[in-house]
């Protein structure tokens, strides 16, 4: 008797998967994008050195990049559905014991156990969708890139709000995104009792890492467009506003110009995986976000306080090359397990490389002391965001570029 395939079963399996991918999505960034505003205090309850405040700031990445790159090993042990649930457990206790210590590196211990969680789920949800939704990668992905811009903007939108009205206050506010981590934990274990159950040889081990996925130009080029990406979203998280400020803005108003800008992954998240879908060459939109990459940082450097608005929307519209980039992993490759190392490569490589960003970006402040040569170095990164672009992009998948054997 053969193995029965992994989408067969009754029709509740799809809608709790579907719930399972949304519900963690939302919960794969609030752990970083909430800590922000409301920093200030957090160092203070914690008497955090500045040094080690810049470690909490540079965590998230280097979680994400480190951690990344150990999903595919535990996936091979455990099964994809139930290394997605230790991932999303270790998210939510990360979280929720955090805010409970007074001890600062034990905090910081615990936000690297939260972000070492969320990057199982970065790597492994894609190839959960290719998985389980091959007909539907579209819809289930455009869900899961809006469920990451939403939990990225709305609390770094609320998380201060609330930290005047919750008990506790910053650690209310913090730990709400643990208690809703926790929500999240629910349909991945139902998923995993249903994998353990009903496991089928294309869920078994194989043998290559994800490292052999080096040897696909497009993969090597993915990456190389993901970590360009990644490094001017998290520039922007952490100066964006700050670059305002110093051109003439008041706090308020730069704050306002930050949040237009995170606030645009929510619909680039919704279109932009439809867009990947529907048009077989992609290279003109890796060519469009470039350009209004550009726009974005040329208007703030010679007009900063003229028209804000407009070049928040620029950069704002250019961040749908995040979307971009996630899409492109599940539509340039075709196999599953080759699905599964190429967002592990691909996420590992990139955040690695986006780390560096805003420790740069402040270097180059301190030395020239204004933002003219930050801005023109991250003008010239859009270039190199374009150029691997256009390679990722064009057509073709990354299976055929690996020898037969690793793809068998």
């Known amino acids: 008797m053969t193995a029965p395939h992994p989408r067969a079963g009754v029709p509740w399996r799809s809608v709790v998967g579907g719930a399972a991918v949304v519900l963690l999505a939302v919960n794969l960034r609030p752990g970083a994008s909430s800590l922000g505003p409301v920093l200030a205090e957090v160092r203070a309850g914690l008497s955090l050195h500045p040094a080690v405040t810049g470690v909490l700031t540079a965590l998230p990445a280097l979680a994400f990049a480190v951690f990344g790159s150990l999903a595919i090993s535990l996936a091979i042990r455990a099964g994809l559905n139930a290394a997605i649930l230790v991932g999303a457990v270790a998210a939510a206790g990360g979280l929720l014991l955090r805010v409970l210590v007074d001890d600062a590196t034990l905090f910081l211990v615990l936000s690297l156990v939260a972000f070492a969680g969320m990057a199982l789920g970065n790597v492994l ?34 998380s201060a709000p609330l930290a005047d ?157 995040f979307p971009l980039a996630i899409a492109l992993i599940t539509l340039r490759t075709r196999d599953p397990r080759v699905t599964t190392r190429v967002s592990a490569f691909t996420q590992s490589g990139g955040y690695l490389i986006a780390a560096g960003g805003p420790f740069l970006v402040g270097a180059l ?44």
């Open 125 to 158: 949800v894609p190839a959960f969708i290719k998985r389980h939704f091959p007909r539907r990668l579209a819809r289930v992905t455009a869900a899961y890139t809006t469920g990451l811009a939403v939990g990225a903007a709305l609390p770094a939108a609320v």
């Open 365 to 408: 402040l301190g030395l020239s002391g204004g933002w003219t040569l930050p801005l023109a170095v991250l003008i010239a990164g859009s270039v190199a965001m374009v150029g691997t672009g256009l390679v990722a992009a064009a057509p073709g998948y990354v299976d055929d570029e690996l020898p037969p054997g690793l793809t068998a």
């Open 165 to 321: 009205v919750l008990p506790g206050g910053w650690r209310g506010s913090l730990g709400l995104w643990g208690v809703t981590a926790a929500v999240a934990v629910v349909p991945w274990v139902v998923l995993t009792v249903v994998e353990r159950r009903r496991r089928v040889p294309s869920q078994r081990a194989v043998t290559w890492s994800m490292f052999q996925v080096a040897r696909s130009r497009k993969a090597l080029a993915l990456t190389l467009f993901f970590g360009s990406q990644s490094t001017q979203a998290y520039v922007q998280f952490g100066w964006i506003a700050q670059v305002y400020r110093d051109g003439g803005l008041d706090a308020p108003t730069a704050g306002l110009m930050a949040s237009v800008i995170a606030a645009f992954g929510i619909p680039a998240g919704l279109l932009m995986p439809w867009v990947v879908h529907r048009f077989r060459d992609l290279r003109p939109v890796v060519v469009t976000l470039g350009l209004l990459l550009v726009a974005g940082y040329t208007g703030i450097l010679v007009a900063p306080t003229t028209t804000p608005w407009l070049w928040a929307t620029c950069l704002g519209m250019s961040g749908a090359a």
